[in-house]
Every structure is written in structure tokens, then in C-alpha cells.
């Protein structure tokens, strides 16, 4: 069989389990009032880093195929890149290339789109996270297909935007909306017609993952689709109303739609094309599943009514599943997988999360697959998340995924494990450096259970991260150090942080065989793979990145 794991002759490996622990969202950053993994108490973390070998990760950036190192980690590419043990180039990369070369615009799907708006008559539909995060979209990338729309002849544009406020500034929409106005009216004319007209908060509609909360779906769905909610004349009013009156942060404002004369302006009608311009799958998935499925086989929410359209999303964010049916730009192909090597090797595995990571530990780590290599081989393991907001919940369900870790590795069933624990991203995510700490917290109290078992079974553990995000959760200056405004108030940071993250080794059963290699800043996720498959005692293939451990 081929892409077998072959024995080393250098590395015995450890005759118990070998386990990966990934503390979502843990950077290593300076130990300021903006840290919450520094500022909170985590004697097994402490003592991890204090008293084991550890190396710091690049988890941003190129290191994980983003296009430069401005651009932050996100969950997704660090999980392929942890998965993968290479680097490949991401969706945010792929597309960009895809509007440079003209490639997307001679596509099939592209042609399609165009072409039934123009026999019919109809609308443009432009939906999407509205930034230039990046991490999910980029606004630029909408720009360039609207003007490529009005060359081609199209009529009418609508955008229906969902707003950030978590992968950049918090109370950044109007920096994004009131340039975004002035760049549709200079294209507007007579014969183009371009609005926006509609939208809301990421985390309020449209961008659910993993089926966690469908009501966001639905909700985006009366709001893009059907036009239904609260009306105002512009996108502007709709943001600064709600602002008042909520006194929320962008990521929660409600939804709005943008009316002319009490009606709406860009509902999706039979003929019209649509476009989701996001080119991360997992916030893609729920929405892409409305459109495609047709009325008899969609049981999630009722869509009230179904327009006949023709559906693409950026990119085709399930290979497997085939969602959506039609994309615009072809994902990477993640070949060569650590999770395929150990399968075709006879290695057991268990990957284990939370509902809000389960698809991390899975799908993103074995390349975008979502089947597994092995049934017999593998198995994997979803707690279901709470569908609360995070901050309310800091220690989120990481007491439950231990429990299932500790009876998965006693029972002596898996060679392989690969847990991540979600709190430090996700309530990193919220800007709540209380409640951040709390879930650094309740994770550290995990540590201290799990350890204690890997020791008892002769076993080994290698914790590290795939981003940071809890580490800074104030916006910071050049220096690292966090801003304040002329009251001393600190500025709630949401997004992830361009620090890297911590690989610590965890080995009292045959560290002394190995050493672990300096660390001059070379290592990058892509590095873990090949550690891990040479602390089970097997050669790591060519095409990975080289293992952070050597032969004493």
C-alpha cells in the first residue's frame, strides 16, 4: 500500500499513546494587562514551559500558505498545516491569484453566473463577511468581481454584507461601509444599478459553523432572501442605530435591511445568481446548504420560499460533500496527510473536540476530507458546544472532552490522539479578558488531569496551538504594549494575533533518547506532523516539514 509510515531506525518511539493537545487560540506573547494566558493561573502551563522542551511556532502568515505575514493564523490553515505536516497555499491565496490571471472570470461558473442574470434579466447577488480580514474573505476581492460584473454587462448588483468586527476592529464597520459607498457610486450609472441591501453581524446571522445554532442561518436567510426585518435607507444608518440603541460590538448587531419606499431593494427572486464570497469553508457550509438543496430535501428551518438561482460560493468549501455544487475557485488539493499515512500504516486513531472544533480535529486536519482513511482505524469524538455566548461560559465543554480523552486513552484502543480545546479562541473571540482568563483557567485544570494518565500509560504529549488569540486581547501598539485612548480606556482586541505558539514536549518516558532542536524561530506548524510520527517511532515521509527532535 502506498504513503505507509516506515519504522525508524533512529527513534524506538514511545510504547504508550502519543497525543497531541491543541490549545486553540494560546499565542506566546509579552506578559502585559493584555495577555490573558499570562495573566491567568495556570500552574500546569507554567510548569509545562518552565521544566519541559519547548520551541515557539510561526502559526501566521506565510508559514501557513497565506499570502503574507500581515495576514493572522486562522483555525482552519493551522489545522491543515498541523494535519499536513506541509505547507500549502490557502483559499485566501488561491483566489487572489484567481482574480490576478483573469482565471476566475474565464471559469465555467463564473460564465454561468453572468450569463443567467443576463438572459434574464436579473440580479447580481454579492454576500459575504465584509472586511479585509482575510481570514474569511476580503472586501477586495468583492470589489474586483463587481467591476468585473459591470463589464461584462451585468445591470443590477445587490450586496448583502455581514459584518466583521472579529477578524479586525471591533467597532470598525463604518471604516469599511462609508469607502465601500463612495467605490459602488463612482461605478453606479445609468445602466448599472449597484446597492447594498442587507445585512448584519457575523455572529448574529448567516455565518453559523458546524450546525451549531441554524436559527443564525434562518435568520439570514429572511434577511438576504426574503427581505424581511428592520428597514433603513442605508447600511451607515443601520450600524449607527443599532450601536445606539444595543450597545454592541459589530459582530452582534442585529440584521437589517437597506428599503426604498418601504421596500426592500435587493430581495433574491427566481433568475437571479448569487454569490458567496467568503473562501473559508467552515462559516460557508449552512448558508451554501439552503441555496442548493431544493425544497422537499431542507429540513433545518423553514426557507418560506426557495428563488430558482444559480448558487456559487468562492470556493467549494466540502470536497466531499460537494458544497456547494458550484464554486469559483478549486481549494487546495491537501495530499499526503499525517491522519492518511497513520491509517495505511495500521496506526489507531481517536480525534476528539467540541462541537465549535470538532470539524478543526477532523476535516481541516486531514487535508478538507470529510471522510475518514480507515472506519476500523479511526474514530472521532463530537461534544456538543453549548449554544450560549461564550463569555457566559468561559470553561465551555473542555471538563466533558477530557473525560472522553482520559477513557479513550485508557482504554488502550488508540496509538494516536488529537484533542483541541477551544476556549482560548472562542471566548478570545468575545473580548472579555475576564471571562478569557476564566476559560485559560478551566483549560490549565485539564492539563493537570490528562498529564498525570499520558505518564501512567508510558506515553508522550506534545501541546501546542494553531494560533494566538487570548494572548492579546487589547489592541497593542509597534512595541507590543497595549493602547490606550486619552481616558486610559484599553480597546477590546477580537481577532487573532500574528504571535506565535508554544510546542512543548511532554516525555518522562523517553526523553532522554532525543533531543529537541534549537530553537532560532525556523519552526512552523507544518513542523508537528513529522514529531509526532517520530515519537511513535516511525520515519517522517520526504515531503514533510523536518521534526523539531534529533537523536541525542
Known amino acids: 500500500m502506498q504513503n505507509q509510515l516506515k519504522k525508524s531506525a533512529k527513534f524506538a518511539g514511545s510504547n504508550g499513546p502519543v497525543l497531541t493537545i491543541v490549545m486553540d487560540g494560546v499565542g506566546l506573547a509579552p506578559d ?6 499570562a495573566s491567568a493561573y495556570t500552574p500546569n502551563l507554567d510548569a509545562l514551559m518552565k521544566n519541559y522542551p519547548m520551541v515557539s511556532l510561526k502559526a501566521h502568515g506565510t508559514a501557513v500558505g497565506l499570502p503574507s505575514d500581515d495576514d493572522m493564523g486562522n483555525s482552519e490553515v493551522g489545522h491543515n498545516a498541523l494535519g499536513a505536516g506541509q505547507i500549502f497555499a490557502q483559499g485566501a491565496k488561491l483566489v487572489s491569484q484567481s482574480i490576478e490571471s483573469g482565471k476566475m472570470f474565464t471559469s465555467a461558473t463564473w460564465q454561468e453566473l453572468i450569463g443567467n442574470v443576463k438572459s434574464n434579466g436579473s440580479t447580481l447577488h454579492f454576500l459575504g463577511l465584509f472586511s479585509d480580514g482575510n481570514v474569511h474573505s476580503h472586501i477586495d476581492h468583492l470589489k474586483a468581481m463587481i467591476e468585473q460584473a459591470k463589464k461584462e454587462g451585468i445591470k443590477t448588483v445587490r450586496i448583502h454584507i455581514l459584518i466583521d468586527g472579529r477578524d479586525v476592529g471591533e467597532t470598525s464597520a463604518l471604516e469599511y461601509i462609508t469607502p465601500f459607498e463612495e467605490f459602488i457610486g463612482g461605478l453606479r450609472d445609468a445602466s448599472f444599478d449597484v446597492k447594498i441591501a442587507s445585512g448584519g453581524g457575523r455572529m448574529k446571522i448567516t455565518m453559523d459553523r458546524y450546525e451549531a445554532n441554524w436559527s443564525m442561518v434562518e435568520l439570514g436567510w429572511k434577511t438576504h432572501v426574503l427581505g424581511e426585518g428592520r428597514q433603513f435607507a442605508c447600511a451607515a444608518d443601520a450600524v449607527k442605530t443599532y450601536r445606539e440603541e444595543y450597545k454592541v460590538i459589530d459582530q452582534d448587531l442585529p440584521p437589517f435591511v437597506i428599503a426604498e419606499d418601504g421596500k426592500p431593494v435587493g430581495t433574491v427572486n427566481d433568475g437571479d445568481s448569487v454569490i458567496f464570497f467568503n473562501f473559508r469553508g467552515d462559516r460557508s457550509i449552512e448558508i451554501s446548504k439552503a441555496f442548493d438543496a431544493p425544497m422537499g430535501d431542507f429540513d433545518k428551518f423553514d426557507r418560506v420560499r426557495v428563488p430558482n438561482v444559480v448558487y456559487a460560493g468562492m470556493l467549494q468549501y466540502d470536497g466531499d460533500l460537494h458544497i456547494p455544487n458550484k464554486f469559483l475557485v478549486s481549494p487546495p488539493e491537501i495530499t499526503n496527510t499525517m491522519g492518511e499515512y497513520l491509517a495505511n500504516s495500521g496506526v489507531p486513531q481517536l480525534a476528539i473536540s467540541e462541537t465549535q472544533k470538532y ?13 475518514k482513511f480507515d472506519e476500523a482505524l479511526e474514530t472521532y469524538i463530537e461534544v456538543p458546544s453549548d449554544v450560549v455566548p461564550f463569555e457566559q461560559r468561559p470553561w465551555m465543554k473542555c471538563a ?10 485508557e482504554s488502550g484502543k488508540y496509538k494516536y490522539l488529537r484533542v483541541n480545546f477551544p476556549n482560548g479562541d472562542m471566548v478570545g473571540h468575545t473580548g472579555s479578558l475576564a471571562a478569557t482568563i476564566c476559560s485559560m483557567e478551566a483549560l490549565d485544570l485539564q492539563l493537570g488531569r490528562i498529564l498525570p494518565i499520558v505518564d501512567k500509560l508510558g506515553g508522550v504529549a506534545l501541546i501546542t496551538a494553531d494560533h494566538g488569540n487570548a494572548d492579546e486581547m487589547y489592541e497593542v501598539d509597534k512595541s507590543g504594549m497595549p493602547k490606550a485612548d486619552k481616558n486610559g480606556k484599553f480597546k477590546s482586541k477580537t481577532s487573532h494575533t500574528l504571535n506565535p505558539v508554544p510546542c512543548i514536549i511532554y516525555d518522562n518516558a523517553t526523553a532522554d533518547k532525543y533531543s529537541v532542536k534549537e530553537d532560532k524561530g525556523q519552526f512552523g506548524l507544518s513542523n508537528v506532523a513529522a514529531t509526532m510520527v517520530n515519537l511513535m517511532g516511525y520515519e517522517a515521509p520526504d515531503m514533510w516539514d523536518e521534526s523539531i ?4
Not at 400 to 409: A, G, R, S
Request: charged residues 25%; hydrophobic residues 35%; aromatic residues 10%.
Open 359 to 371: 470539524g478543526h480535529v477532523t476535516y481541516f486536519w486531514n487535508g478538507n476530507k470529510s471522510e
Open 400 to 409: 466533558e472532552i477530557t473525560d472522553k480523552l482520559i477513557e479513550c486513552l
Open 32 to 37: 502585559t494587562v493584555s495577555n490573558a494566558v
Open 549 to 552: 527532535i534529533e537523536l541525542k
